[in-house]
């Protein structure tokens, strides 16, 4: 038995490891897809697969102050060396607004057809000051748009399955 096991191996027939699962989605938490920003968030708890998670930070001064508030809760578990490479983008505009890629992507600005910044090559996170006119672009499988606006009540308009609000970072922790 065990000259047949030593011959399975040398084949590449051999016991493997479990993966474990992430979810509906069946993504692997611990993949080479995910970055270790988006593993910081319960994605696998959120109904759909969304690419991006956004939160509107506030306005002017307010907004950059919430952008550290943000980043230390979210990302506590991170050590300083990889929070250091969160980008801080400040283009036209006063709305704040934290885009954390769930995969290993490249995310580009554009505003106006015109784009403004590979804001993440690898799918770091990032913050981002601007007017709500700017597009946060993504290519996965498909490509994805998403334009950064918020409503008079602060909260972000138009998601849907591909991106996920969490601007009330307190309950999205909680879970």
Known sequence: MAILAIL??????????????????????????????????????????????IAYLG?????????????????????DEIISHIKTFEFDGDDWFLVIPK??????LIKDDAELAQAAHTGEAFALRCSQDVIVNIFETKEI????SVTEAGELQGTDENVWDITNIDEILKK
């Open 145 to 148: 748009n998403y334009l950064l």
């Open 103 to 108: 995969y290993r992507n490249f995310v580009s």
């Open 59 to 79: 306005k002017g001064e307010d907004g950059k102050a919430n952008k550290d508030v943000y980043i230390n809760k979210i990302f506590e578990s991170l050590d």
């Open 8 to 53: 399975a191996s040398l084949f590449g027939c051999g016991k493997h490891d479990p993966y474990i699962l992430d979810g509906p989605g069946m993504v692997y938490v611990d993949s080479e897809y995910r970055n270790e920003y988006a593993n910081c968030l319960p994605f696998e708890n959120v109904q759909g697969s969304p690419y991006l998670a």
